[in-house]
Protein backbone atom coordinates (compact mmCIF):
# COMPACT_ATOMS: atom_id res chain seq x y z
CA UNK A 1 0.00 0.00 0.00
CA UNK A 2 1.23 3.52 -0.55
CA UNK A 3 -0.04 6.44 0.84
CA UNK A 4 0.80 9.87 -0.91
CA UNK A 5 -0.03 12.94 0.73
CA UNK A 6 0.48 15.95 -1.46
CA UNK A 7 1.07 19.03 1.18
CA UNK A 8 3.89 19.31 4.07
CA UNK A 9 1.84 21.69 6.36
CA UNK A 10 -0.44 21.05 9.35
CA UNK A 11 -2.58 18.66 7.77
CA UNK A 12 -0.39 16.73 6.08
CA UNK A 13 2.50 16.33 8.59
CA UNK A 14 0.00 14.99 11.02
CA UNK A 15 -1.93 12.64 8.36
CA UNK A 16 1.37 10.89 8.06
CA UNK A 17 2.31 10.19 11.88
CA UNK A 18 -1.35 9.12 11.85
CA UNK A 19 -1.21 6.42 8.66
CA UNK A 20 2.32 5.53 10.10
CA UNK A 21 0.55 4.15 13.74
CA UNK A 22 -2.11 2.60 11.76
CA UNK A 23 -0.46 1.15 8.72
CA UNK A 24 2.88 0.77 10.06
CA UNK A 25 3.92 -1.39 7.07
CA UNK A 26 2.99 1.10 3.83
CA UNK A 27 5.07 3.11 2.11
CA UNK A 28 4.25 7.05 3.21
CA UNK A 29 5.37 9.35 0.86
CA UNK A 30 5.07 13.28 1.25
CA UNK A 31 5.47 16.11 -1.23
CA UNK A 32 6.34 19.23 0.18
CA UNK A 33 6.50 22.37 -2.14
CA UNK A 34 9.14 24.24 0.05
CA UNK A 35 12.95 23.50 0.86
CA UNK A 36 13.71 22.63 3.97
CA UNK A 37 11.74 20.97 6.96
CA UNK A 38 7.73 21.19 7.12
CA UNK A 39 6.97 24.35 8.93
CA UNK A 40 3.83 26.04 10.00
CA UNK A 41 2.85 29.53 8.49
CA UNK A 42 0.81 30.74 11.19
CA UNK A 43 4.02 31.33 13.24
CA UNK A 44 5.58 33.35 10.42
CA UNK A 45 4.74 36.55 12.48
CA UNK A 46 6.13 35.49 15.83
CA UNK A 47 9.43 35.01 13.76
CA UNK A 48 8.83 38.57 12.36
CA UNK A 49 8.33 39.32 15.61
CA UNK A 50 11.65 38.04 17.07
CA UNK A 51 9.86 35.82 19.54
CA UNK A 52 11.39 33.05 17.32
CA UNK A 53 13.88 32.07 15.45
CA UNK A 54 13.35 30.03 12.17
CA UNK A 55 13.64 26.74 14.09
CA UNK A 56 10.82 27.38 16.19
CA UNK A 57 8.93 27.76 12.87
CA UNK A 58 9.12 23.61 12.18
CA UNK A 59 6.26 21.75 13.01
CA UNK A 60 7.91 19.50 14.65
CA UNK A 61 11.16 19.81 16.88
CA UNK A 62 13.18 17.40 15.09
CA UNK A 63 13.88 17.94 11.35
CA UNK A 64 14.41 14.26 10.78
CA UNK A 65 11.20 13.10 12.24
CA UNK A 66 9.66 11.90 9.30
CA UNK A 67 12.88 9.83 8.62
CA UNK A 68 12.68 8.46 11.71
CA UNK A 69 8.74 7.76 10.64
CA UNK A 70 9.99 5.72 7.54
CA UNK A 71 8.22 8.53 5.65
CA UNK A 72 9.70 9.91 2.52
CA UNK A 73 9.48 13.88 1.91
CA UNK A 74 9.80 14.92 -1.93
CA UNK A 75 10.65 18.69 -2.68
CA UNK A 76 8.22 18.63 -5.26
CA UNK A 77 5.36 20.95 -6.45
CA UNK A 78 2.08 18.95 -8.23
CA UNK A 79 0.59 20.00 -11.70
CA UNK A 80 -1.79 18.02 -12.04
CA UNK A 81 -3.68 14.67 -10.89
CA UNK A 82 -3.67 12.12 -13.72
CA UNK A 83 -7.56 11.33 -14.72
CA UNK A 84 -7.31 8.43 -16.19
CA UNK A 85 -4.99 6.61 -13.76
CA UNK A 86 -4.09 6.73 -9.89
CA UNK A 87 -0.57 9.19 -10.40
CA UNK A 88 0.55 12.62 -9.59
CA UNK A 89 2.40 14.43 -12.13
CA UNK A 90 4.59 16.88 -10.85
CA UNK A 91 6.20 20.10 -12.69
CA UNK A 92 8.97 18.22 -13.40
CA UNK A 93 7.49 16.10 -15.61
CA UNK A 94 7.60 13.01 -13.77
CA UNK A 95 4.65 11.26 -12.71
CA UNK A 96 4.28 9.12 -8.89
CA UNK A 97 1.95 6.86 -8.42
CA UNK A 98 -0.57 5.90 -5.23
CA UNK A 99 -2.91 3.50 -3.97
CA UNK A 100 -4.40 6.45 -1.67
CA UNK A 101 -4.23 9.97 -1.85
CA UNK A 102 -4.65 12.80 1.12
CA UNK A 103 -4.79 16.51 -0.76
CA UNK A 104 -3.33 18.81 1.88
CA UNK A 105 -2.26 21.62 -0.59
CA UNK A 106 -3.24 24.45 1.44
CA UNK A 107 -4.34 27.70 -0.18
CA UNK A 108 -2.05 30.58 -1.73
CA UNK A 109 -2.59 34.29 -1.13
CA UNK A 110 -4.73 36.38 -3.27
CA UNK A 111 -3.24 40.05 -4.38
CA UNK A 112 -5.61 42.92 -5.14
CA UNK A 113 -5.95 43.17 -8.50
CA UNK A 114 -4.00 46.71 -9.44
CA UNK A 115 -0.72 47.99 -11.50
CA UNK A 116 2.26 47.39 -9.22
CA UNK A 117 1.87 44.89 -6.89
CA UNK A 118 4.76 42.97 -8.45
CA UNK A 119 7.08 45.96 -7.84
CA UNK A 120 10.18 44.92 -5.69
CA UNK A 121 9.18 45.57 -1.76
CA UNK A 122 5.64 44.23 -2.29
CA UNK A 123 5.61 41.24 -0.33
CA UNK A 124 3.18 38.36 0.67
CA UNK A 125 4.10 36.79 3.87
CA UNK A 126 3.31 33.05 3.40
CA UNK A 127 6.45 31.82 3.20
CA UNK A 128 9.48 31.42 4.74
CA UNK A 129 11.31 33.48 1.93
CA UNK A 130 8.65 36.11 2.20
CA UNK A 131 9.35 36.55 5.94
CA UNK A 132 13.09 36.84 5.10
CA UNK A 133 12.34 39.52 2.71
CA UNK A 134 10.27 41.08 4.99
CA UNK A 135 12.28 41.61 7.43
CA UNK A 136 14.97 42.53 5.54
CA UNK A 137 12.47 45.71 4.82
CA UNK A 138 10.75 46.46 8.11
CA UNK A 139 13.58 48.27 10.11
CA UNK A 140 12.20 50.35 12.81
CA UNK A 141 11.16 53.89 11.55
CA UNK A 142 10.37 52.61 8.37
CA UNK A 143 6.81 53.23 6.71
CA UNK A 144 5.13 50.00 5.91
CA UNK A 145 1.48 50.00 4.26
CA UNK A 146 -0.33 46.61 4.39
CA UNK A 147 -3.06 45.45 2.54
CA UNK A 148 -5.73 43.74 4.41
CA UNK A 149 -7.05 43.77 8.07
CA UNK A 150 -8.34 40.42 7.74
CA UNK A 151 -7.35 37.39 11.02
CA UNK A 152 -4.14 37.14 8.54
CA UNK A 153 -3.33 41.22 8.20
CA UNK A 154 -3.78 41.61 12.09
CA UNK A 155 -1.56 38.94 13.40
CA UNK A 156 0.91 40.34 10.93
CA UNK A 157 0.44 43.63 11.76
CA UNK A 158 1.31 42.90 15.83
CA UNK A 159 4.60 41.37 14.33
CA UNK A 160 4.86 45.11 12.73
CA UNK A 161 4.37 47.56 15.06
CA UNK A 162 7.06 44.87 17.11
CA UNK A 163 9.26 45.99 14.97
CA UNK A 164 9.14 49.73 14.91
CA UNK A 165 7.86 50.53 11.81
CA UNK A 166 5.39 53.41 11.14
CA UNK A 167 2.49 51.12 9.75
CA UNK A 168 -0.75 52.08 8.01
CA UNK A 169 -3.39 49.16 7.56
CA UNK A 170 -5.85 50.00 4.55
CA UNK A 171 -8.70 47.23 4.55
CA UNK A 172 -11.72 47.19 2.21
CA UNK A 173 -14.60 46.50 4.54
CA UNK A 174 -16.77 48.48 6.55
CA UNK A 175 -14.22 47.32 9.88
CA UNK A 176 -11.46 45.13 10.97
CA UNK A 177 -11.71 41.55 10.33
CA UNK A 178 -14.88 41.83 8.84
CA UNK A 179 -15.81 37.81 8.39
CA UNK A 180 -15.17 37.77 12.56
CA UNK A 181 -16.45 41.04 14.19
CA UNK A 182 -19.83 43.13 14.21
CA UNK A 183 -19.33 46.63 13.89
CA UNK A 184 -18.89 47.49 17.28
CA UNK A 185 -16.73 44.73 17.69
CA UNK A 186 -14.66 46.14 14.49
CA UNK A 187 -14.66 49.90 15.96
CA UNK A 188 -13.18 49.00 18.93
CA UNK A 189 -10.67 46.74 17.75
CA UNK A 190 -9.42 49.88 15.27
CA UNK A 191 -9.53 52.47 18.10
CA UNK A 192 -7.33 49.82 20.31
CA UNK A 193 -4.94 49.95 17.37
CA UNK A 194 -4.61 53.11 16.54
CA UNK A 195 -4.16 54.68 20.33
CA UNK A 196 -1.46 52.59 19.74
CA UNK A 197 0.15 54.55 16.97
CA UNK A 198 -1.04 52.41 13.95
CA UNK A 199 -3.04 54.41 10.87
CA UNK A 200 -6.26 52.38 9.88
CA UNK A 201 -8.31 53.05 6.88
CA UNK A 202 -11.24 51.19 7.01
CA UNK A 203 -13.85 51.47 3.39
CA UNK A 204 -10.37 52.20 1.51
CA UNK A 205 -8.90 50.32 -1.46
CA UNK A 206 -5.44 50.54 -3.26
CA UNK A 207 -5.75 51.78 -7.05
CA UNK A 208 -2.62 51.47 -7.66
CA UNK A 209 1.36 51.03 -6.45
CA UNK A 210 4.34 52.74 -8.06
CA UNK A 211 8.14 53.27 -7.92
CA UNK A 212 8.45 56.81 -6.00
CA UNK A 213 11.69 58.63 -4.41
CA UNK A 214 13.53 55.26 -4.14
CA UNK A 215 10.20 53.65 -2.41
CA UNK A 216 6.88 53.21 -3.55
CA UNK A 217 3.88 55.01 -3.41
CA UNK A 218 0.72 53.77 -2.78
CA UNK A 219 -2.57 55.16 -3.97
CA UNK A 220 -6.47 54.75 -2.65
CA UNK A 221 -9.49 54.94 -4.50
CA UNK A 222 -10.22 58.76 -2.80
CA UNK A 223 -7.08 60.05 -4.38
CA UNK A 224 -4.62 59.69 -0.89
CA UNK A 225 -0.89 58.79 -1.51
CA UNK A 226 0.33 57.27 0.87
CA UNK A 227 4.60 56.83 1.10
CA UNK A 228 5.92 53.41 1.96
CA UNK A 229 9.15 51.21 2.31
CA UNK A 230 7.78 48.03 2.22
CA UNK A 231 4.16 47.34 1.06
CA UNK A 232 2.79 44.05 2.35
CA UNK A 233 -0.22 42.62 0.85
CA UNK A 234 -2.84 40.42 3.63
CA UNK A 235 -5.83 40.46 1.17
CA UNK A 236 -7.61 36.50 1.63
CA UNK A 237 -6.50 33.41 0.01
CA UNK A 238 -7.94 30.96 -1.64
CA UNK A 239 -7.62 27.16 -1.66
CA UNK A 240 -5.33 24.84 -4.11
CA UNK A 241 -7.20 23.35 -6.28
CA UNK A 242 -6.52 24.92 -9.85
CA UNK A 243 -4.36 21.70 -10.91
CA UNK A 244 -7.58 19.23 -10.21
CA UNK A 245 -8.90 20.42 -13.50
CA UNK A 246 -10.59 17.35 -15.50
CA UNK A 247 -9.24 14.96 -12.58
CA UNK A 248 -12.49 14.03 -11.71
CA UNK A 249 -12.31 15.47 -8.26
CA UNK A 250 -15.17 18.16 -7.62
CA UNK A 251 -14.01 21.46 -6.24
CA UNK A 252 -16.02 24.55 -5.13
CA UNK A 253 -14.49 26.86 -2.88
CA UNK A 254 -12.36 23.71 -1.84
CA UNK A 255 -12.24 20.10 -2.23
CA UNK A 256 -15.64 18.77 -1.61
CA UNK A 257 -15.38 15.87 0.40
CA UNK A 258 -17.79 13.59 2.51
CA UNK A 259 -18.20 12.58 6.70
CA UNK A 260 -14.55 10.86 5.86
CA UNK A 261 -12.80 13.45 4.23
CA UNK A 262 -12.86 11.55 0.70
CA UNK A 263 -13.50 13.48 -2.03
CA UNK A 264 -15.68 12.31 -5.26
CA UNK A 265 -12.75 10.37 -6.95
CA UNK A 266 -11.63 6.49 -5.48
CA UNK A 267 -8.78 6.40 -3.20
CA UNK A 268 -8.44 10.67 -2.87
CA UNK A 269 -8.82 12.35 0.32
CA UNK A 270 -8.75 16.42 1.30
CA UNK A 271 -7.58 18.21 4.18
CA UNK A 272 -6.94 21.59 5.57
CA UNK A 273 -7.15 24.61 3.84
CA UNK A 274 -8.05 22.23 0.86
CA UNK A 275 -11.01 20.60 2.07
CA UNK A 276 -14.30 22.11 1.93
CA UNK A 277 -16.74 19.94 4.42
CA UNK A 278 -19.71 20.62 6.54
CA UNK A 279 -20.16 23.37 8.62
CA UNK A 280 -21.35 22.90 12.27
CA UNK A 281 -23.31 25.72 12.43
CA UNK A 282 -24.83 25.63 8.67
CA UNK A 283 -24.66 22.26 7.75
CA UNK A 284 -23.17 23.85 4.29
CA UNK A 285 -19.99 22.95 3.09
CA UNK A 286 -17.19 25.43 3.72
CA UNK A 287 -13.77 25.60 3.96
CA UNK A 288 -12.79 26.70 7.66
CA UNK A 289 -8.40 27.72 6.96
CA UNK A 290 -7.34 27.48 10.85
CA UNK A 291 -4.67 25.18 11.91
CA UNK A 292 -6.62 23.10 14.64
CA UNK A 293 -9.34 22.11 11.74
CA UNK A 294 -6.41 21.35 9.64
CA UNK A 295 -4.74 19.25 12.27
CA UNK A 296 -8.18 17.52 13.23
CA UNK A 297 -8.44 16.78 9.00
CA UNK A 298 -5.18 15.00 9.04
CA UNK A 299 -6.08 12.82 11.66
CA UNK A 300 -9.35 11.77 10.83
CA UNK A 301 -8.17 11.57 6.87
CA UNK A 302 -5.78 9.64 7.71
CA UNK A 303 -7.59 6.93 9.68
CA UNK A 304 -9.97 6.70 6.79
CA UNK A 305 -6.91 5.93 4.16
CA UNK A 306 -5.93 3.30 7.24
CA UNK A 307 -9.31 1.62 6.96
CA UNK A 308 -11.61 3.69 4.86
CA UNK A 309 -14.44 4.80 6.37
CA UNK A 310 -14.49 3.76 10.20
CA UNK A 311 -14.26 6.89 11.87
CA UNK A 312 -16.02 10.05 10.31
CA UNK A 313 -15.37 13.81 10.99
CA UNK A 314 -17.88 15.84 13.24
CA UNK A 315 -17.99 18.78 11.16
CA UNK A 316 -16.54 22.23 11.45
CA UNK A 317 -17.10 25.02 14.20
CA UNK A 318 -16.58 28.21 12.23
CA UNK A 319 -13.88 30.38 15.02
CA UNK A 320 -11.07 32.42 15.65
CA UNK A 321 -9.09 33.98 18.07
CA UNK A 322 -6.82 36.62 17.78
CA UNK A 323 -4.67 38.75 20.01
CA UNK A 324 -4.17 41.97 18.77
CA UNK A 325 -1.24 44.34 20.75
CA UNK A 326 -2.93 42.61 23.73
CA UNK A 327 -6.55 42.75 22.71
CA UNK A 328 -8.14 39.75 22.23
CA UNK A 329 -10.52 38.79 20.26
CA UNK A 330 -13.07 35.79 19.05
CA UNK A 331 -15.80 34.77 17.04
CA UNK A 332 -17.70 31.39 17.30
CA UNK A 333 -20.10 29.95 14.67
CA UNK A 334 -23.20 31.83 13.93
CA UNK A 335 -22.04 35.21 15.16
CA UNK A 336 -24.16 37.52 12.71
CA UNK A 337 -26.93 35.85 14.71
CA UNK A 338 -29.65 33.47 13.80
CA UNK A 339 -32.51 34.72 11.80
CA UNK A 340 -35.06 35.44 14.44
CA UNK A 341 -33.33 34.00 17.17
CA UNK A 342 -32.51 36.30 20.49
CA UNK A 343 -29.33 37.73 21.51
CA UNK A 344 -27.73 39.64 24.47
CA UNK A 345 -24.88 41.88 24.32
CA UNK A 346 -22.34 43.84 26.81
CA UNK A 347 -20.61 46.86 25.78
CA UNK A 348 -18.09 48.67 27.83
CA UNK A 349 -16.17 50.73 24.67
CA UNK A 350 -13.87 52.52 27.52
CA UNK A 351 -12.69 49.38 28.38
CA UNK A 352 -12.39 47.87 25.08
CA UNK A 353 -14.64 44.53 26.40
CA UNK A 354 -17.43 43.68 24.57
CA UNK A 355 -19.61 40.57 24.60
CA UNK A 356 -22.42 39.12 22.14
CA UNK A 357 -24.20 36.22 22.01
CA UNK A 358 -26.69 34.75 19.76
CA UNK A 359 -29.31 32.27 20.07
CA UNK A 360 -31.36 29.17 17.95
CA UNK A 361 -34.59 28.61 20.32
CA UNK A 362 -32.66 27.55 23.32
CA UNK A 363 -29.26 26.94 22.11
CA UNK A 364 -26.47 28.88 21.80
CA UNK A 365 -25.30 29.18 17.94
CA UNK A 366 -22.69 32.11 17.83
CA UNK A 367 -20.79 34.31 20.29
CA UNK A 368 -18.75 37.44 19.99
CA UNK A 369 -15.68 38.01 22.35
CA UNK A 370 -13.48 41.50 22.39
CA UNK A 371 -11.50 41.83 25.98
CA UNK A 372 -12.58 38.25 27.35
CA UNK A 373 -10.72 35.64 27.29
CA UNK A 374 -12.30 33.28 30.02
CA UNK A 375 -15.54 32.42 28.70
CA UNK A 376 -13.90 31.00 25.22
CA UNK A 377 -13.98 27.19 26.13
CA UNK A 378 -17.35 27.21 27.98
CA UNK A 379 -18.26 29.09 24.17
CA UNK A 380 -17.15 26.46 22.09
CA UNK A 381 -18.18 23.72 24.22
CA UNK A 382 -22.24 24.43 24.45
CA UNK A 383 -21.84 25.95 20.42
CA UNK A 384 -20.31 22.42 19.65
CA UNK A 385 -22.42 20.03 22.11
CA UNK A 386 -25.69 21.69 21.04
CA UNK A 387 -26.57 21.67 24.56
CA UNK A 388 -29.96 23.07 25.53
CA UNK A 389 -29.69 25.78 27.77
CA UNK A 390 -33.14 25.35 29.70
CA UNK A 391 -33.22 28.15 32.41
CA UNK A 392 -30.08 29.35 32.06
CA UNK A 393 -31.01 30.88 28.51
CA UNK A 394 -32.75 33.68 30.22
CA UNK A 395 -29.85 34.01 32.66
CA UNK A 396 -27.49 34.49 30.12
CA UNK A 397 -30.00 37.52 28.35
CA UNK A 398 -29.47 38.72 31.98
CA UNK A 399 -25.61 38.19 32.35
CA UNK A 400 -23.86 37.59 29.15
CA UNK A 401 -20.65 36.76 31.68
CA UNK A 402 -22.82 33.73 32.99
CA UNK A 403 -21.16 31.42 30.13
CA UNK A 404 -18.69 29.15 32.12
CA UNK A 405 -21.26 28.62 35.05
CA UNK A 406 -24.34 28.02 32.08
CA UNK A 407 -21.87 25.44 30.79
CA UNK A 408 -20.84 23.47 34.06
CA UNK A 409 -24.84 23.24 34.97
CA UNK A 410 -25.75 22.27 31.76
CA UNK A 411 -22.99 19.19 31.74
CA UNK A 412 -23.99 18.21 35.03
CA UNK A 413 -27.92 18.15 34.04
CA UNK A 414 -26.71 16.04 31.07
CA UNK A 415 -25.00 13.50 33.23
Request: charge should be negative.
Amino acid sequence: MHHLVVGAGPAGVTACEVLRRHDPQARITVLGGEPGAPYARMALPYLLSGKIEEAGTRLRRDPDFLDRLGVELIHARVAGLAPDRDAVLLESGDELGFDRLLLATGASPVRPPVSGMDLPGVEDCWTLADARAISARARAGSRVVLIGAGFIGCILLEALVTRGVALTVVEQGPRMVPRMLDAVAGGMLQRWCETRGVRVRVRSTVSTVAAADGGLAVELDDGTVIPADLVISAAGVRSNTGFLAGSGVETEQGVLVDEYLHSSRAGVYAAGDVAQGRDLSTGAGAVHAIQPTAVEHGRVAAINMARPGTVPYQDSLNMNVLDTLGLISSSFGLWQGAGDGASATLEDGAGYRYLSLSFAQDRLVGAICLGYREHLGAIRGLIQSRRRLGPWLDRLKADPTALTEAYIARVQASA
